[in-house]
């Protein structure tokens, strides 16, 4: 109890408290009054799940495109100015969640040293919250936070706003369970004589002995409760996860079909002329990016079968969500696209063996000049 502020005041009558030693036996058995932080994923994968966005994958095809022609062209201002502008959206959605998760965990460290007013060994004394364990008799005031799960002791009208944990407005009246006045309130949702962590005392003192701390409190299960994934989603999240589905499939194609317009333009009016070889080594590489970069129009052509009613089960390197949990088809939870971590390796690399065994079967088959330079014209 390094923290502990000793009060000289005189001897609480009835109520003598903890001694130092059952206060460390009581922290032994059922721990400190700290809620558990929920798991949090590490900052590199929060930072690749933004990669997920629809519109991230349309503008890395984009970039991929750009940096291609750039490098025939010899113009990289395009593609570059491209790539910034993923890096600069994505980096800036992952700083804003990562800060506020910090900022939320510093909040939640301030909040655990509040002093909290106690009875040890028969004299009044301040502890931090985190301090306080199972057995502690706590005074109560108007204005303070319950630090812990309690029975009232005693009272002096006494009344919570336990708004935070049940929604209701008005503050509720608290009495010892040995009072009369306590066994009329069947309505309430809480009994009269409990009090619960993170409830506000709006009125009145009073004392409490602490039956719960930390996780085992009710604000505890309410939070770990909270922090498990939903197992249904809200209309609102609905419309909008169809929004954005909607969103990346319009985006893709219209995309898809300008670069079609463009290719069949150039073929029409003869910008794109073509060769044998070359006609094989353009297939190839047209193939063999769009093996590359599966994990992004993939998803995407997933989710415009969805759209249409017909449902497309991706496996996870490729993409794929987990299976959703039992229960009603309607609002069921549809857990994000993560992919696995090798997904993006286990694409690009099959792109580029394809290209290379496509080059080397091309040139083995005299499809292909053993001279790069003939392969495809700088113009296409």
């Not at 085992?216 to 809200?234: D, H, K, L, M, S």
């Amino acid at each position: 109890m390094s923290h502990a502020e000793v009060n000289q005041a005189p001897r609480p009558s009835g109520f003598r408290g903890l001694s130092a030693a059952e206060v460390l036996a009581s922290r032994e058995r059922f721990g400190a009054n700290v809620l558990t932080p929920p798991k949090r994923d590490p900052w590199w994968k929060l930072y690749f799940r933004k990669f997920d966005d629809p519109v991230i994958r349309i503008l890395m095809i984009a970039a991929v495109i750009a940096i291609g022609v750039g490098a025939v062209d010899g113009k990289y201002f395009e593609g570059l100015g491209i790539v910034v502008a993923i890096l600069l959206a994505t980096g800036l959605a992952f700083w804003n969640e990562y800060s506020a998760a910090k900022e939320f965990d510093l909040l939640s460290k301030s909040e655990d040293e509040v002093p909290v007013q106690v009875i040890r060994d028969g004299v009044f004394t301040r502890v931090p919250r985190r301090d306080v364990v199972v057995g502690d008799i706590v005074v109560l005031g108007a204005g303070e936070e319950v630090p812990a799960d309690g029975e009232v002791l005693a009272a002096v009208s006494l009344q919570v706003d336990e708004s935070r944990l049940t929604g209701e407005s008005h503050p509720v009246a608290k009495q010892p369970a040995s009072s009369s006045a306590s066994g009329g309130a069947a309505d309430l949702t809480y009994e009269a004589h409990r009090v619960l962590r993170g409830t506000v005392v709006v009125d009145g003192h009073g004392m409490m002995r602490v039956t719960a701390v930390g996780d085992a409190t009710e604000i505890g299960c309410t939070a770990r409760a909270a922090a498990e994934p939903p197992g249904e989603e809200t209309p609102l999240n609905a419309q909008l996860h169809r929004l954005s589905k909607v969103i990346g499939v319009c985006g893709f194609g219209v995309s898809a079909l300008t670069f079609a317009a463009l290719v069949v333009r150039g073929l029409w009016v003869g910008e794109i002329a073509l060769a044998g070889g070359q006609w094989y080594f353009a297939a190839l590489l047209l193939i063999a990016a769009g093996l590359a970069l599966a994990r992004v129009w993939v998803p995407i052509v997933a989710d415009a079968l969805e759209l249409a009613g017909k449902p497309l089960r991706l496996p996870k390197w490729l993409g794929g969500r987990d299976a959703p949990r039992a229960g009603p088809p309607v609002g069921e939870h549809r857990p994000e696209r993560t992919g696995g971590v090798w997904g993006w390796p286990v694409t690009l690399g099959a792109g580029l063996l394809l290209w290379a065994a496509g080059t080397g079967l091309g040139i083995a088959l005299g499809w292909l000049d053993p001279s790069p330079g003939t392969w495809l014209s700088a113009d296409v």
